[in-house]
């Protein structure tokens, strides 16, 4: 993206109008190209963090996963703290397929991977 006026003209008013939030993940990605190796790790955990904050609010399985564990997701701290979470074996996907279904995710996407 190489032409000024598509990249910050025409880039950023495309996706302003389909209100599609490219435009903060490039910024936060131009920036974070220069971060060190412990500034990447910060901001990897903290957007782990934030992920497994999703699952929880919106599926069934990451919710009881949690809640039925003494883990917090304000307790992991750390790397080695996320080993604590039980990993999702292609089994226990399948057999939890629809607990593992966003509640936000749309019928027909929900439909496609039953």
Do not use: C
């Amino acid at each position: 993206m190489n032409n000024p006026i598509i990249k910050h003209i025409t880039f950023p008013l495309y996706y302003q109008y389909k209100k599609i939030p490219l435009l903060k993940a490039l910024r936060e990605l131009e920036k974070s190209q220069w971060y060190s190796q412990d500034e990447l790790r910060t901001l990897q955990l903290r957007k782990f963090k934030d992920l497994l904050k999703h699952a929880r609010e919106n599926t069934a399985y990451y919710r009881d996963i949690l809640t039925n564990s003494s883990i917090s997701i304000d307790s992991i701290n750390t790397w080695e703290d996320f080993r604590r979470i039980p990993i999702l074996t292609k089994e226990t996907a399948k057999y939890n397929i629809e607990k593992l279904v966003s509640k936000n995710a749309s019928k027909e996407i929900g439909r496609a991977h039953v």
